[in-house]
């Protein structure tokens, strides 16, 4: 069974960066719509970028212009990089995989995707 295992949330002040990695346990990343969901307690989840078998990317309006997804099949290794974190980036962030869907953040978050435990970031103003 396939494995994710989140790292690298924790505390930053508004304007940081942070960078989140999830750990595959098998090769799926260049076979899964591989992506990042965030949740807030009460609230939808919220998709918030994915990076598609081919490479293609989709990042949120959200997040756009300063997340950006990228992946090591090699090392079985996905990330999110988050720059110019806000307050409202405050978040549990999951790893999430789904095969065979059209891979985009909306869908992906719209979906049950496998995913992991997941990792808080927590912004400060």
């Given amino acids: 069974q396939v494995q994710l295992v989140e790292s690298g949330g924790g505390s930053v002040q508004a304007g940081g960066s942070r960078r989140l990695s999830c750990q595959a346990s098998t090769h799926i990343l260049n076979k899964f719509c ?7 307690p009460g609230k939808e989840r919220e ?8 490479g ?3 990042v949120a309006a959200s997040v756009k212009g300063r997340f950006t997804i990228s992946k090591d099949p090699s090392k079985d290794r996905l990330y999110l990089h988050m720059n110019s974190l806000k307050p409202e980036d405050t978040a549990r962030y999951f790893c999430a995989a789904e095969f065979g ?18 990792t808080q970031v927590t912004v400060s103003s």
């Fill in 34 to 40: 591989m992506g990042w969901i965030r949740q807030v």
């Fill in 47 to 54: 998709g918030v970028a994915t990076i598609a078998t081919n």
């Fill in 56 to 58: 293609v990317t989709d």
């Fill in 101 to 118: 869907i059209v891979c985009d953040s909306a869908v992906l978050a719209s979906r049950s995707p496998l995913r992991g435990r997941g």
